[in-house]
């Protein structure tokens, strides 16, 4: 039991809730960008080796895309389906083998980001979907090769998609970061669970939520800003004579 | 500059296969604008598709300046595609992209870099009109405006041939007839060779050479817009001039004279009734310019049975106009395109 009541309470709470950011943001902000370097280019080859698209035959064989497309389509399956507290141990041999150890928030990074990308993969596959196949013939048609088409007309124009579809990645990669808490994985979870739950601090516990929150917050309210910046559709209030504005 | 040969298209197999394209052959000259017509679903996409191969035809040719495409590598495709531009029905311009971003993403694509895209990609905004608006995104665009974007991009390559499927198609009239005059200033100016799919038949009044009629995927006519009209019973010719239903006169004669180049000046009628002593009455008539030649048809009943106007027909056939006997009262002939009467009664 914490005394609230002490002389260096708050200083500890101040002490033990920067730490706990900053081991959240590390694990996140990692795990983040493994999850956008493998679960973009993820994404687009799932998309891409379906029937009919970009990269249906791969070096011109068709029956190696779809086996392309069946194996990465029962990973992101197996990812998206496994409980995440389950995936969390079931993965700690493979987190000792690349990390060395499974306890600490470096650790925490391998089965957040093994979890996040499958997850952000879907949301790539329906981002680029929602990309006019119209596009992807007019930038054929100027003599693209299936990299132009991917880095120049898929990515860019369904950019605001993305951004929205990794703000939720992330939101889900705090949610998961705290439960890697409890397994000593560090962060704002583990804030949590010892000193709110094991050590029955209301202030802590309460400390950590409004934390949290204001974390996702401030994302949330960036990835939206950022879509809202890089999508280009008319806008209903504007009619079709009106006088363009430079942006 | 385009030949395709016996080409055709399968969709699908089984019975669930849809002949899109049944054993086409098209010849498009060298700097002309050459018009397929159409109804919807009759295969004018898939054939123009073909030409760039978009659309991989299941079998047959397509030779586009010299190259066979249908023979070439991916990479070889590719860059023969850079001397083919394309316009869309749609535009398809990127949302992300200013009005030069887009004409900049086929020079990026072509491998012009720095400040010579930047120039280029002005230079053909300034070609198509639309200079003053390189730094507005499509949305803030009018459809006139897209598809000068649109022809723009098209044109960032270089290209000698210019395929348009139905760039018009969502436009209104008056916006079609600029962009229309834009093809034409295009195909002068920069020598291009155009190919465009349209189910206007205002759209290959206005600026074809050439023109076929596509129908259930096989070519029904084809060849110049002034042979064609001299093509006795060509179907083109009657939907590019139509007439409107033939009034059932008993006891008279309904003839159709052709003019195309120099007869359409003649002053046909006024020679026929001073010759000939006949009372004759025009029924319709219709006169455009098709690449800058007058022609047209025009409809007139002669008083008396074809038999008893046998010899002025024969003499206005003598003078190189092409007669068409299209009733004779009492038959009730009426021409394939029984559309709107537009032309008629002039
Ligand atoms: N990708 C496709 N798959 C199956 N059928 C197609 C496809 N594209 C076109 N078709 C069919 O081919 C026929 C011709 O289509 P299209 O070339 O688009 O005609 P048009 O452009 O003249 O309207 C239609 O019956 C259409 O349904
Ligand atoms: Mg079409």
Same mark, same amino acid.
């Given at each position: 039991?914490i005394?609230?009541?002490?002389?260096?309470?708050?200083?500890?709470?101040?002490q033990?809730?920067?730490?706990?950011?900053?081991?959240?943001?590390?694990?996140v902000?990692?795990?983040l960008?493994?999850?956008v370097?493998v679960?973009?280019?993820?994404?687009?080859?799932?998309?891409?080796?379906?029937?009919?698209g970009?990269?249906?035959?791969?070096?011109?064989?068709?029956?190696?895309?779809?086996?392309?497309?069946?194996?990465?389509?029962?990973?992101?399956?197996?990812?998206?389906?496994v409980?995440?507290?389950?995936?969390?141990?079931?993965?700690i041999?493979l987190?000792r083998?690349i990390?060395?150890?499974?306890?600490?928030?470096?650790?925490?990074?391998?089965?957040?980001?093994?979890?996040?990308?499958?997850?952000f993969?879907?949301?790539?596959?329906?981002?680029i979907?929602?990309?006019?196949?119209?596009?992807?013939e007019a930038?054929?048609s100027?003599?693209?090769?299936?990299?132009?088409?991917?880095s120049?007309?898929?990515?860019?124009?369904?950019?605001?998609?993305?951004i929205l579809?990794?703000s939720?990645?992330v939101?889900?990669?705090?949610?998961?970061s705290?439960?890697?808490?409890?397994?000593?994985?560090?962060?704002?979870?583990q804030?949590?669970?010892?000193?709110?739950?094991?050590r029955?601090?209301?202030?802590?516990?309460?400390?950590?939520?409004i934390?949290?929150?204001?974390?996702v917050?401030?994302?949330?309210?960036?990835a939206?800003?950022?879509?809202r910046?890089?999508?280009?559709?008319?806008?209903?209030a504007?009619?079709?004579?009106?006088v363009p504005?430079?942006? | 500059?385009?030949?395709?040969?016996?080409?055709?298209? &399968?969709? %699908?197999?089984? #019975?669930g296969?849809?002949?899109? =394209?049944?054993d086409? /052959?098209? *010849?498009?000259? $060298?700097?002309e604008?050459?018009g397929?017509?159409?109804q919807?679903?009759?295969?004018?996409?898939?054939?123009?598709?073909?030409?760039?191969?978009?659309?991989?035809p &299941?079998? %047959?040719?397509v #030779?586009v300046?010299?190259?066979? =495409?249908?023979?070439? /590598?991916? *990479?070889q495709? $590719?860059?023969?595609?850079?001397?083919?531009?394309?316009?869309?029905?749609?535009?398809n311009?990127?949302?992300?992209?200013?009005?030069?971003?887009n004409v900049?993403?086929?020079?990026?694509?072509?491998?012009?870099?720095g400040?010579?895209?930047?120039?280029? /990609?002005?230079?053909?905004l300034?070609?198509?009109?639309?200079?003053d608006?390189?730094?507005?995104?499509?949305?803030?665009?009018?459809?006139g405006?897209?598809?000068?974007?649109?022809?723009?991009?098209a044109?960032?390559?270089?290209?000698?041939?210019?395929?348009?499927?139905e760039?018009?198609s969502?436009?209104?009239?008056?916006?079609?007839?600029?962009?229309?005059?834009?093809?034409k200033?295009?195909?002068?100016?920069?020598?291009?060779?155009?190919?465009?799919?349209?189910?206007?038949?205002?759209?290959?009044?206005?600026?074809?050479?050439?023109?076929?009629?596509?129908?259930h995927?096989?070519i029904?006519?084809?060849?110049?817009?002034?042979?064609?009209?001299?093509?006795?019973?060509?179907?083109?010719?009657?939907?590019?001039?139509?007439?409107?239903?033939?009034?059932?006169?008993?006891?008279?004669?309904?003839?159709?004279?052709?003019?195309?180049?120099g007869?359409?000046d003649?002053?046909?009628?006024?020679?026929?009734a001073?010759?000939?002593g006949l009372?004759?009455s025009i029924l319709?008539?219709?006169v455009?310019?098709?690449?800058?030649?007058?022609?047209g048809?025009?409809?007139?009943?002669?008083?008396?049975?074809?038999?008893?106007?046998?010899?002025?027909?024969?003499?206005?056939?003598?003078?190189?106009?092409?007669?068409e006997?299209?009733?004779?009262g009492?038959?009730?002939w009426t021409p394939s395109?029984?559309?709107?009467?537009?032309?008629?009664?002039?």
């Amino acid at each position: 039991m914490i005394d609230p009541t002490a002389p260096d309470f708050w200083s500890g709470l101040f002490q033990v809730l920067l730490v706990g950011t900053g081991e959240t943001l590390y694990m996140v902000g990692i795990a983040l960008l493994l999850t956008v370097l493998v679960g973009l280019p993820l994404g687009i080859v799932l998309v891409g080796t379906e029937r009919g698209g970009l990269f249906a035959a791969p070096f011109g064989s068709r029956p190696l895309g779809r086996v392309i497309n069946r194996v990465l389509e029962f990973i992101v399956n197996l990812g998206r389906s496994v409980p995440f507290i389950i995936l969390m141990v079931a993965l700690i041999p493979l987190t000792r083998l690349i990390v060395g150890t499974f306890i600490g928030s470096t650790a925490a990074i391998v089965p957040l980001a093994v979890v996040a990308i499958p997850f952000f993969a879907r949301m790539v596959e329906i981002a680029i979907k929602e990309v006019d196949s119209g596009l992807i013939e007019a930038a054929e048609s100027l003599g693209a090769t299936r990299w132009q088409i991917v880095s120049k007309v898929l990515v860019p124009e369904s950019l605001s998609t993305l951004i929205l579809g990794l703000s939720t990645t992330v939101t889900s990669i705090i949610n998961f970061s705290a439960m890697v808490g409890t397994v000593a994985g560090g962060g704002l979870g583990q804030v949590a669970i010892q000193y709110g739950y094991q050590r029955y601090s209301t202030i802590h516990m309460v400390a950590v939520i409004i934390l949290i929150f204001i974390i996702v917050m401030i994302l949330q309210g960036t990835a939206t800003w950022l879509a809202r910046r890089f999508s280009h559709r008319a806008r209903p209030a504007r009619t079709r004579t009106s006088v363009p504005t430079a942006i | 500059m385009i030949s395709i040969k016996h080409v055709s298209k &399968t969709f %699908g197999s089984g #019975t669930g296969a849809t002949t899109a =394209l049944d054993d086409v /052959s098209l *010849d498009v000259a $060298r700097g002309e604008i050459f018009g397929v017509i159409g109804q919807s679903g009759a295969g004018k996409s898939t054939l123009i598709r073909a030409v760039n191969l978009l659309e991989r035809p &299941t079998s %047959g040719t397509v #030779t586009v300046d010299g190259d066979e =495409l249908t023979l070439l /590598s991916p *990479d070889q495709l $590719r860059v023969a595609r850079r001397k083919i531009g394309m316009v869309f029905q749609h535009f398809n311009l990127l949302a992300g992209r200013t009005a030069q971003g887009n004409v900049e993403l086929g020079l990026e694509i072509v491998g012009v870099t720095g400040a010579e895209r930047r120039r280029r /990609s002005l230079e053909i905004l300034d070609l198509v009109g639309l200079g003053d608006k390189a730094g507005a995104y499509p949305a803030e665009l009018s459809g006139g405006q897209k598809q000068r974007v649109g022809i723009a991009r098209a044109l960032a390559g270089n290209p000698k041939i210019l395929l348009s499927d139905e760039a018009t198609s969502a436009l209104d009239p008056e916006t079609t007839r600029s962009i229309l005059d834009l093809v034409k200033t295009i195909n002068v100016q920069l020598g291009l060779t155009v190919l465009l799919i349209t189910h206007e038949m205002d759209v290959v009044k206005r600026v074809c050479d050439s023109a076929a009629m596509l129908e259930h995927g096989r070519i029904l006519e084809q060849g110049s817009i002034v042979s064609l009209i001299s093509t006795p019973g060509s179907r083109l010719a009657h939907e590019l001039f139509p007439l409107g239903e033939v009034p059932p006169h008993a006891g008279n004669t309904v003839i159709e004279i052709t003019f195309s180049g120099g007869s359409a000046d003649r002053p046909v009628i006024a020679q026929l009734a001073r010759n000939y002593g006949l009372d004759v009455s025009i029924l319709g008539a219709a006169v455009e310019t098709i690449g800058g030649k007058q022609a047209g048809r025009t409809r007139l009943e002669l008083p008396g049975s074809p038999v008893a106007n046998a010899a002025p027909i024969a003499d206005l056939r003598g003078q190189g106009l092409l007669v068409e006997i299209v009733g004779d009262g009492a038959a009730s002939w009426t021409p394939s395109s029984s559309s709107s009467a537009e032309g008629a009664h002039a």
